[in-house]
């Protein structure tokens, strides 16, 4: 079956301008998760819808980054008035149960870079 | 803090031995944990994930937990060139949040 699938794949864009990235999760997934992954570290928490619901958006690293996610399945991230900061690959998981504990399945990024 | 510890490594082991990936975390209360493989420039891939004390054994792929000593850890026996990877350790605190170490550079030399 289609795993997670991640768009664009790459999207380099002027500081200033806004971004949208997108993320279709795997079928029936309730959770959807995104994060940010700078170059050698670990993926780090943005936000987590539970359906259509954002229940944590504690990870969002300021109010430039706004996530939806309107009928519980396509989500989308917005960066507003990006920054050169903003430049990193950004995750979108799934995963079939409500918490964090079930395991999560990837997709591919997108590799955010600003000039 | 929630903190999620790994050894960046690299790790580097001979094709065929053991290679060892270890994880520590500083919160008791965490539930699950999870190993992730990622090749450079692609996304993490789920190797293993175990919620119990103990052994868990999924072909070449052991996952060890220990939740006295808040460690958990991944043997990879046979190790193949193809294993060369970075290992990331996730660990989950039942609710939202999942946290990741920095990762493992693992590579495996023919």
């Known amino acids: 079956g289609a795993g997670v699938s991640q768009s664009p794949r790459y999207k380099v864009a002027k500081r200033g301008q806004d971004v949208a990235l997108r993320c279709d999760p795997i079928s029936g997934h309730v959770s959807l998760f995104w994060y940010q992954q700078a170059l050698g570290q670990g993926p780090e928490f943005l936000t987590y819808?539970?359906?259509?619901?954002?229940?944590?958006k504690s990870g969002l690293p300021s109010d430039r980054f706004f996530a939806e996610r309107p009928e519980g399945s396509v989500s989308t991230l917005k960066i507003q008035r990006t920054q050169q900061e903003d430049s990193a690959v950004y995750l979108c998981a799934s995963s079939l149960g409500q918490y964090s504990n079930q395991p999560q399945h990837f997709g591919d990024g997108t590799r955010l870079s600003i000039l | 803090q929630k903190e999620v510890e790994q050894n960046s490594g690299p790790l580097s082991v001979p094709e065929g031995a053991i290679a060892s990936l270890n994880c520590t975390y500083s919160?008791?209360?965490?539930?699950?944990f999870f190993w992730y493989r990622q090749y450079s420039g692609k996304s993490p891939e789920l190797i293993m994930f175990i919620y119990s004390n103990g052994d868990k054994e999924d072909g070449r792929f052991t996952a060890q937990l220990n939740k006295a000593s808040q460690y958990v850890s991944l043997l990879i026996r046979d190790s193949q060139p193809s294993d060369s990877a970075t290992y990331l350790c996730a660990v989950s605190y039942n609710n939202n949040d999942m946290r990741f170490g920095a990762g493992t550079r693992l590579t495996v030399k023919p």
């Open positions: 819808f539970q359906n259509e619901a954002q229940l944590d």
């Open positions: 919160d008791r209360g965490s539930q699950s």
